[in-house]
């Protein structure tokens, strides 16, 4: 090993990293979300939860269990979204990374660790680690999972088709490239089109920094029906609005944004027929076919396929159930 990578590895060895979890009415889901973040074999972190106004037990579970562990610290304020609690929490912390992680969300107990030994092994400036991930239920049963890992050359090209990190909790990201791209865009949700800050984040560290991946399951991102991607409407609009800034910026990459506008809508798509929402199924529709009639053709038809073939079996649904520890770990507890 050179003396470069052995200065490097002692620097960045060790550091403090920041772990921001904004909260809105998180009192259902937090007190796990926190024993999974607590449970981290990495252990030099801070943990900042910003209370986002809420008007539920959300505060007094932190104070739980920040009365056990001192790396808590709860940070309260007017309602002001979920990019703007991020900014907060990032204006205070203190590390040179920031583990960002949804309220409601869960890491394997070695997400941070696994992160931290990808950045140690990188000869260039990392920006943006993220890990693979699992869908999970309302009671932690895993009934999906995505692994998303394109070349580092292709990187930004698979961003214009789809959110290749996925989520806002499997990313562990350098603050110095956090601030540099002016953080999480909270005029999304002025413009009633919350949904797409994480993706324009890390778009932008990507133009700026180097991207790694984790090849494995470290986050549990969870699907209910009160989770910002169930907004069908909002979601797309963001996803038009942000995608419509990178094509003023960057006119080469139109029709590949373009395309993942219409993946995205597929994936809504499927989201509202799952549910029988079949109202707002015929709406997603309309919008495919008046952004791409050809391009709509041929994700409508790939939707049509993929349902004939897929759900979930008995077996995954095992494989899910015997996985469940992967995230909450009893000996953490």
């Known amino acids: 090993m050179s003396s470069h990578s052995e200065d490097k590895r002692s620097e960045i060895a060790g550091e403090l990293v920041s772990v921001i979890v904004p909260a809105y009415n998180a009192g259902r889901y937090i007190d796990r979300t926190l024993l999974s973040v607590r449970g ?3 252990g030099n972190l801070e943990i900042l939860v910003v209370d986002d106004g809420s008007n539920d037990d959300t505060p007094d579970i932190v104070m739980r269990h920040a009365g056990m562990d ?3 610290r709860l940070i309260r304020q007017d309602n002001a979204g979920v990019a703007a609690a991020r900014n907060t929490g990032i204006s205070q912390a203190r590390g040179r990374y920031i583990a960002p992680i949804d309220a409601d969300d869960l890491w394997a107990p070695d997400k941070i660790a696994r992160q931290i030994a990808a950045v140690l092994d990188a000869t260039e400036t990392i920006g943006l680690v993220y890990s693979w991930y699992t869908l999970i239920g309302e009671t932690d049963d895993i009934i999906g999972s995505m692994n998303n890992t394109p070349e580092d050359t292709e990187f930004l090209q698979r961003m214009c088709r789809y959110n290749v990190v996925g989520n806002g909790s499997s990313a ?10 002016g953080g999480y865009d909270t005029s999304l949700r002025d413009r009633n089109a919350q949904g797409c800050e994480d ?9 700026r920094f180097a991207v790694k991946a984790v ?4 986050t ?4 209910h029906g009160d989770s910002m991607s169930g907004q069908v409407e909002q979601m797309i609009r963001s996803r038009r609005i942000v995608t419509g800034e990178i094509m003023a910026r960057r006119p080469a990459l139109t029709a590949e944004l373009q395309r993942g506008n219409i993946r995205v809508m597929r994936f809504l798509l499927a989201r509202c027929l799952r549910t029988r929402d079949f109202d707002r199924a015929r709406g997603v529709i309309y919008s495919m076919f008046a952004l791409d009639p050809m391009a709509a053709m041929r994700e409508l038809g790939l939707l049509v396929l ?8 008995a077996a995954s649904r095992r494989l899910g ?3 469940r520890q992967r995230f909450l770990n009893d000996d953490t507890l």
């Open 199 to 207: 993706y324009k984040l890390y778009f932008l560290i990507a133009e």
């Open 40 to 42: 981290q074999t990495y």
């Open 172 to 181: 562990l990201l350098l603050r110095r490239a956090v601030l540099e791209v």
């Open 220 to 223: 549990g991102y969870r699907m």
């Open 306 to 313: 993929r349902g004939a073939r897929t759900g979930l079996s």
């Open 70 to 72: 001192t790396r808590i």
């Open 215 to 218: 090849k494995d399951y470290l």
């Open 321 to 323: 159930f015997a996985t």
